[in-house]
């Protein structure tokens, strides 16, 4: 079992939807959650992050935390063809941080 | 306020050739990763230094690679020789202490 699973994709959604992207991870004392996005040939920049069970909200993102789940995710609202791009989930356990393989997440007009 | 800075963007090399890598971390942060990335995966932490004193270097290939940071601040990762399975994109990142990663714009690596 990998340590961080994502659905490799590619999730097509149109444009305006809300995108929802996925993320599991097998470490129960991981402390901390963050969501990368990355562009085709560019570095991962940090979207967000989350420590607490719950919803945080950051403009059109929202990133949710389930840790008896072992579940993250992060939904896009009003999805805009600029969202397309590859989404890494990273868990922090100490001061590792282990990344998904990434979801990819094309955005249609 | 600059970003972590990374050079060569590119490096296309012969297999048994040696290849080194810089990295110029955000100023202040303390901490700097080397990650190396293939194409559809994550990133892989290679090492983690803080300060000038390497914390985890448990996934460096040591026959092969090797990073210094010797005034803490910027470093450099070397890989000799070279092997075609070394074509990857190498990240460098830089936090505080146990703060968010910032990534630099990564080496391209392209080992022939």
């Known amino acids: 079992q990998k340590e961080v699973e994502q659905n490799s994709g590619p999730l097509s959604v149109p444009e305006g939807a809300i995108a929802s992207l996925n993320c599991t991870y097998s470490?129960?004392?991981?402390?901390?959650f963050f969501w990368y996005r990355q562009y085709s040939g560019k570095s991962p920049e940090l979207i967000m992050f989350?420590?607490?069970?719950g919803d945080k909200e950051d403009g059109r993102f929202t990133a949710q935390l389930n840790k008896a789940s072992q579940y993250v995710s992060l939904l896009i609202r009003d999805s805009q063809p600029s969202d397309s791009a590859t989404y890494l989930c990273a868990v922090r356990n100490t001061d590792k941080l282990i990344f998904g393989t990434g979801t990819r997440l094309q955005v249609f007009p | 306020e600059a970003g972590v800075v990374q050079s060569p963007r590119y490096k296309i090399i012969e297999k048994k050739q040696p290849v080194a890598f810089w990295c110029n971390p955000i100023?202040?942060?303390?901490?700097l990763y080397w990650y190396l990335q293939n194409l559809g995966q994550g990133p892989e932490l290679l090492i983690r230094y803080e300060n000038e004193e390497a914390v985890d270097d448990s996934q460096l290939p040591k026959d092969r690679f090797s990073a210094e940071r010797l005034k803490g601040v910027d470093s450099t990762l070397k890989i000799q020789p070279a092997e075609l399975g070394d074509s990857a994109v190498y990240l460098c990142?830089?936090?505080?202490?146990?703060?968010?990663?910032?990534f630099g714009p990564g080496t391209r690596l392209t080992v022939l």
């Open positions: 989350i420590y607490s069970n």
């Open positions: 100023s202040g942060h303390n901490t």
């Open positions: 470490d129960r004392g991981s402390q901390s």
């Open positions: 990142a830089s936090s505080l202490v146990g703060g968010t990663q910032y």
